[in-house]
Structure formats: C-alpha cells, structure tokens
C-alpha cells in the first residue's frame, strides 16, 4: 500500500485549504441547506463540520493501512488487497468524472469513493457469511458525506463504486475456506483490538444523523 503518497496529497491538500479557505466557504453556504436529519452543535457549527471532513479524509490512509495489516495476519490477502488497492487508487488516480475537484473539496469526493467501496464490500461480506470483511461502519458518516457533496454528483460517485464492487466481488472468486478462518478469528484479541481505534466518526466529531421520527417508530 502507498498510503504515504496518500497523506502527502491530503497534506497538500490542507495546504491548498489554508490558502484559498475554500472548503470552509462551500460549507458555510452549506449550513442553511443541510438536510434536517444531519444534527450539528449550535456553536461553531461550520468547524464541527470542517473537522468531520478533514478526520473523514484522513481516515482513508490509516484504514487502509490497518486493513492491509489485518488481512495479512489473518491470511485473507487475496480477498481484502484487490479492495484496498481500488480504494487507493481513487486517490492516486482520480476518475475522469473528478476533472477539476482540488483541496480538501476534490479529496472529500475520492474519500467519499474508498468509503463507499469499504461499505458495499462489508454489505456484499455479510449477505454471504453474516459478517462483514472489514468490521467497521462509517454508513452514518457516509451519508453525511452524500449531504455534503450534494445531489446528483453524490448519485454519480455511489455509481462509480457499484460498478466497481461488481467486478470485484464475482462469487466464484469468494475463497471460503479463507473468508470461514477469518470469520472465526474477528473475535480474537489481536484481530479485534485493530479495530477497536475506528469508533463511529460522525459521533465522535459531534455531528449526527437523525431519523425521521415516522422511521424511528417503523423501525
């Protein structure tokens, strides 16, 4: 994994950021236009969000490398590198349709990309073994990113990964004699305590999503 080449973008990127502060103008026009459901502390709301996108950008390299590092004690490299590697390159090697995305703004897109990717990845894991190959949840922080990045983009980019995912995850490459070992192994102490640094993001920032209260009663 390259993720050293990854930090020196989001570095750059932050130093884009202190020059021209355009991230923090978008999200200021952003405030007025959030969906209700996404809950923000009344004080200094445009930094809470601010910081949720740096800590939502940089969490790509150090997920990256606490996955590879995971898959390679648990012996799944075969199934977990071909992911992490699409995952990277959405930094390293944008996709067309981000022409024009800079700063921390065009790195928020391509961190939204390798989320994404982690989290159809997980859905597809535990549709098929009841657990997901990367036991991490970021949706809640996923579906704040779609917020902020708006409509339809957002819709162009959750494209962009689903047509990623099916070529990545045909069935008959699924090893499941590796995917069973590790299942079994999630709950061991080494295996679990990799994971234990990735509590829910959004929250621990302070930003929350909310539901309607129509949905918290069907649920």
């Known amino acids: 994994m390259n993720t050293a080449a990854l930090r020196q973008l989001i570095q750059r990127a932050h130093q884009h950021e202190a020059t021209t502060g355009q991230l923090a103008r978008q999200l200021d026009t952003q405030l007025e236009r959030l969906h209700p459901s996404i809950r923000l502390p009344v004080e200094d709301a445009q930094g809470v969000l601010a910081r949720f996108v740096a800590a939502y950008i940089e969490q ?118 590796a995917l069973q070992a590790y299942r079994q192994r999630l709950d061991e102490p080494q295996v679990s305590a990799a994971w234990r640094n990735w509590p829910c993001l959004s929250r621990q920032l302070g930003v929350e999503l909310e539901l309607a209260q129509e949905q918290r009663v069907a649920s």
Do not use: C, M, W
């Open 60 to 177: 790509v390299p150090e997920l990256l490398d606490a996955a590879d590092a995971v898959a390679r004690e648990a012996g799944i490299d075969a199934q977990i590198k071909p992911v992490l590697k699409i995952a990277e390159e959405y930094f390293l090697q944008p996709l067309a349709l981000l022409n024009g995305h800079d700063g921390l703004d065009g790195l928020l897109d391509e961190a939204y990309l390798a989320h994404r990717l982690v989290e159809e990845v997980n859905d597809f894991y535990i549709a098929h073994l009841g657990q997901p190959l990367i036991p991490l949840d970021t949706t809640v922080a996923n579906l704040i990113a779609h917020q902020l990045i708006g409509e339809p983009f957002a819709n162009q980019l959750d494209e962009a990964v689903h047509h990623a995912v099916e070529g990545l995850l045909a069935e008959a490459s699924l090893d499941q004699a």
